[in-house]
T-cell receptor, first 113, second 113 residues
């Protein structure tokens, strides 16, 4: 049972345009969400987080939106840069006890110069 | 010391053998989690240690075990290796209980033949 789903395995975007990466979850107990970026041969790097008390969090070019009723979150990257090309994972956790993060399967973003 | 360091980077073992993977976390990071990432999948939570005690476990059999030491290092042990254990094993640490996200190491690529 995949509790966190990233239904787009890959995405290509032109440099300078907006990249939108989507993530859906099924467990209504999840109330904390993270996005990680992963380059080949490296571990995932934390990008941005959002808790369920917010519907938007912004950090520079990265904005995460949370729609609790739809159990959907998205990561917007504006403007996209070639260095953003990587695999992006969303992860979700319930803020009770162990923060056991459930990861999606990832979306490979390719930003074309 | 900054960052999370894992050793070895690559390892080949035979089915039925035992393996120990090592992780050195950042000083002050009291929480360490281990994840298994199979090819094309997102990281899957194995277990988490907080101040040297296991405080959360995913859907992995008891032959997956761990230790966390006072010097912020930790180990993942896998007994009776199976072919399906071939994966990238990621160590991640956090100063608190993990809600603020984790710093990941680059992983150990384990191949079981």
């Amino acid at each position: 049972d995949q509790q966190v789903k990233q239904n787009s395995p890959s995405l290509s975007v032109q440099e300078g345009r907006i990249s939108i990466l989507n993530c859906d979850y099924t467990n209504s107990m999840f109330d904390y969400f993270l996005w990680y970026k992963k380059y080949p041969a490296e571990g995932p790097t934390f990008l941005i987080s959002i808790s369920s008390i917010k519907d938007k969090n912004e950090d520079g070019r990265f904005t995460v939106f949370l729609n609790k009723s739809a159990k959907h979150l998205s990561l917007h990257i504006v403007p996209s840069q070639p260095g953003d090309s990587a695999v992006y994972f969303c992860a979700a956790s319930a803020s009770s006890g162990t923060y056991k993060y459930i990861f999606g399967t990832g979306t490979r973003l390719k930003v074309l110069a | 010391e900054t960052g999370v360091t894992q050793s070895p980077t690559h390892l080949i073992k035979t089915r039925g053998q035992q393996v120990t993977l090592r992780c050195s976390s950042q000083s002050g990071h009291n929480t360490v989690s281990w994840y298994q990432q199979a090819l094309g999948q997102g990281p899957q939570f194995i277990f988490q240690y907080y101040r040297e005690e296991e405080n959360g476990r995913g859907n992995f059999p008891p032959r997956f075990s761990g230790l966390q030491f006072p010097n912020y290092s930790s180990e993942l042990n896998v007994n009776a290796l199976e072919l399906d254990d071939s994966a990238l094993y990621l160590c991640a640490s956090s100063p608190g209980q993990g809600i603020e996200g984790y710093t990941f190491g680059s992983g150990t690529r384990l191949t079981v033949v």
